[in-house]
Structures are given as structure tokens and as C-alpha cells.
């Protein structure tokens, strides 16, 4: 099957870079009608010039996922321009990393807020429309930190976990309505983020991957595709790990 997307209307928060630039892209490249958001305008103005020069077809809306009133807002402008949201991609996300011990409290608060809260209120406002369409395909990025725990990384580990949780509740409350929720947890990825990583550690990371090598944020962006299309029909609540077998 061609994973066509012409005449879809995909959101992808976080798309300004990474994971998120990666997804958005693959479902350009599908002819969908792809809404790239990040949290201001300028997060987004590399990605834009990337997609005008390639002729994709797609809008730029910056959107807070931790705000209230900016999330509403956001999925308004995106109803009112197109008429509807056939894919809602989940994946804005930020790292705060201390250990337990010395970690601040707004560290804990801005991992929560975006990770978990953002997933939280962005479905929230979609999904009003999704059930009136009867139609849609939610994706939501964990991580498999979220599976896992990690050094570190207890607020970040807390809110994967919690978007998997999150997920597998409302897969549960939204299938009635032909709306299906879907988690992908990522492994370890080769994104701006894990880029700086001295390469010890990195070889460290590989010899605990059965495939020895990072993935790639493409990788992950055809797993988002394949649950976006109809052959995932009959999945809902699935977590998908995108790790090269580091957890099995």
C-alpha cells in the first residue's frame, strides 16, 4: 500500500528541529497538508524555509503546549484554516537532567509541564473535534526512559511514564468514536540533543544496543506514519519502542 496523505491534515508539535522536523517531513514528502508548531516563531523559521524550498504543503502556527488558553487558541486557528485534524503527532518535549538530590523544583515543573501537561491539554482541545469527525489518529512520543527509569532523568522518566498511562486511558475512552491513540517510545536517537554526548558515551549506548548504533529520527517518523495510516487501524494503545532492541 501507498501511504498516500494527500487531503490530511497533520499537526506535529515540537517540529522545529529533530524528531519532530523528521516527522513532519516524512508526512510532507506523503502530500499531507502538515501544521509545523513549536513554542515561539523563531524555533520554527529553519524548518519553514526548509519546507517552502521543497514545496510542501503546510502552515506555521507557534503554539505554548503548556498554556492553556495558547493550546485552544492554536487548535482553532488550525480548524479554522482547514476545517479539521485528521493526525495529532504529540512530541514536544524537554530535558531538564539532575539527580534527585539536587534537582530544583522548577527543573521538575518544566519537564512535567511540557512532557505530560502539554500531551495532556493539546489532546484535550483536539479531541473535541476529532469525536465530532468520528475520525483521527493520535500519536503521542514517550520515550523508553518512560519504561525504564534513568539516572538523572527522574522528572523526564516521570513524564514518559505518564504519557504512556495517559495514552493507554484514552485510547480506552476515544475508541467508541473510531479515534485511536498510539505511543511511541524512542530509544537512543541521533538528534541535536544526544549529539553533544562525548563518544565514550555513546559507545557506551551502543553496546547495550542489539544493533549496535543510534536511530535516526526518520526511524522514528516511519513508525509515526505507518500508525497514522490505515494499516494501523486496529491498533490503539500500543506502546511501539524505536530502539534497536536496547529494551526488549
Known amino acids: 500500500m501507498d501511504l498516500n496523505f494527500k ?3 497533520v499537526v506535529v508539535t515540537g517540529s522545529g528541529r529533530g524528531i519532530g522536523f523528521a516527522i513532519a517531513e516524512t508526512f ?3 502530500q499531507a497538508t502538515v501544521i509545523l508548531s513549536d513554542y515561539i516563531q523563531t524555533a520554527l523559521d529553519p524548518a519553514m524555509a526548509d519546507f517552502t524550498q521543497k514545496g510542501y504543503t503546510f502552515d506555521a502556527i507557534p503554539c505554548n503546549v503548556t498554556d492553556p488558553e495558547n493550546v485552544e487558541k492554536f487548535v482553532e486557528t488550525v480548524i479554522g484554516k482547514f476545517g479539521k485534524i485528521d493526525v495529532l503527532i504529540n512530541n514536544a518535549g524537554v530535558t531538564r537532567d539532575n539527580i534527585l538530590l539536587r ?6 515543573n518544566a519537564v512535567i509541564e511540557t512532557n505530560l501537561k502539554g500531551v495532556f491539554l493539546m489532546t484535550r482541545a483536539a479531541s473535541k473535534h476529532l469525536i465530532r469527525q468520528r475520525s483521527g489518529k493520535i500519536i503521542n512520543i514517550s520515550s523508553v526512559v518512560g519504561l525504564t527509569g534513568n539516572i538523572g532523568q527522574s522528572n523526564y522518566a516521570a513524564s514518559k511514564a505518564g504519557v504512556i498511562g495517559f495514552s493507554k486511558s484514552i485510547a480506552q475512552e476515544l475508541a467508541s468514536r473510531n479515534i485511536t491513540v498510539n505511543i511511541i517510545a524512542p530509544g537512543f536517537i541521533d538528534t541535536p540533543m544526544t549529539s553533544v554526548l562525548p563518544d565514550a558515551v555513546k559507545e557506551d549506548f551502543y553496546k547495550k544496543i542489539p544493533l549496535h548504533r543510534a536511530g535516526t529520527p ?5 513508525v509515526a506514519l505507518f500508525l497514522a495510516s490505515p494499516l494501523a ?7 511501539i519502542q524505536v530502539d534497536g532492541g536496547m529494551v526488549m
Not at 534537582?103 to 521538575?108: A, G, L, P, S, T
Request: charged share 40%; aromatic share 8%; glycine share 4%.
Open 7 to 9: 487531503d490530511k491534515v
Open 28 to 30: 510532507a514528502q506523503k
Open 103 to 108: 534537582m530544583k523544583d522548577d527543573q521538575w
Open 218 to 222: 526518520k526511524d522514528v517518523a516511519h
Open 233 to 239: 487501524d486496529y491498533l490503539t494503545g500500543q506502546v
